[in-house]
């Protein structure tokens, strides 16, 4: 199963770290890797590394935002390339770390029609609080139904092909195109005003969310693969603060954002 990522310098070398990851306790298969904002030296590193393994790319300036870090359309944009190459993937975000071997992954994928996606299950993380009204809007999902519904974990998503699935990341490629959709930024506190709901919009992991509901995707909360791949920072987090949920580290197979906070500043292209 291939791995895909992206990342730009900020985050190249924790990238680095989850493909070292990859190879030495998971499938080590194809790497498809995608930069913004990156040196030629950067891309000269991976292929002196990695060799034919890996296929690197520029993110393409498909719209406006598309390298713009704080709106997630380039994860997107990654997800969608993989998905088109019609094979299994695993799409991981840079700064996570593959722990332990990842030896039941295509078997929970398989057990859940072909997709790892994975639910936060918590009262407080339902989309009403993470999205903006105008997204609700503009991607026809302003109705109850979605507003009440789980938002998804978008830094950890595991696909089989399918022609559902192919639809699935085109809707969400397409959506994400439009800077209504994919802004405003994580920073803006209340963006519709603090007479709604909505705390933050979460750019692709709404639309992301918002779609699992309009496809029929939905997957209850399941312990056993929260342990293994969910966010263990979200879920032990102070929105979920009344759900009970305990983290069980010995279990854990991916540690998501592992390595977000580890300064490799001074690590010189080699």
Excluded at 3 to 15: E, P, S, Y
Excluded at 29 to 56: M, N, P, S, V
Aim: glycine letters at 6%; hydrophobic letters at 35%.
């Amino acid at each position: 199963m291939r791995l895909t990522t992206v990342t730009n310098g900020k985050f190249f070398f924790n990238a680095v770290n989850l493909i070292n990851s990859y190879k030495e306790k998971s499938f080590n298969e194809e790497i498809l890797f995608f930069g913004f904002d990156l040196t030629k030296e950067h891309y000269d590193y991976l292929h002196r590394k990695y060799g034919d393994q890996i296929r690197a790319e520029e993110i393409e300036d498909v719209c406006g935002h598309a390298k713009d870090p704080r709106l997630f359309f380039y994860k997107v944009y990654a997800i969608k390339k993989s998905m088109d190459l019609r094979t299994p993937f695993l799409y991981l975000d840079a700064a996570h770390e593959i722990v332990k071997p990842t030896t039941t992954l295509k078997e929970d994928i398989a057990n859940r029609d072909g997709r790892l996606i994975i639910p936060y299950g918590s009262e407080m993380l339902k989309n009403k609080y993470w999205v903006t009204q105008k997204c609700f809007e503009k991607t026809g999902c302003d109705s109850q139904k979605y507003h009440e519904a789980s938002q998804y974990a978008a830094g950890i998503q595991a696909w089989e092909w399918s022609e559902e699935h192919q639809r699935f990341v085109d809707e969400m490629y397409n959506l994400m195109m439009d800077i209504d959709i994919a802004g405003p930024p994580g920073s803006h506190q209340y963006p519709d005003g603090t007479s709604s709901p909505c705390i933050e919009h979460r750019h692709d992991q709404s639309v992301f969310s918002l779609l699992i509901t309009k496809y029929g995707f939905c997957q209850d909360f399941d312990l056993d693969i929260a342990h293994k791949y969910g966010d263990q920072q979200t879920l032990l987090g102070p929105f979920n603060q009344n759900s009970g949920y305990v983290s069980d580290p010995s279990k854990m197979v991916i540690e998501i954002r592992k390595t977000k906070f580890v300064d490799y500043s001074l690590m010189q292209l080699i």
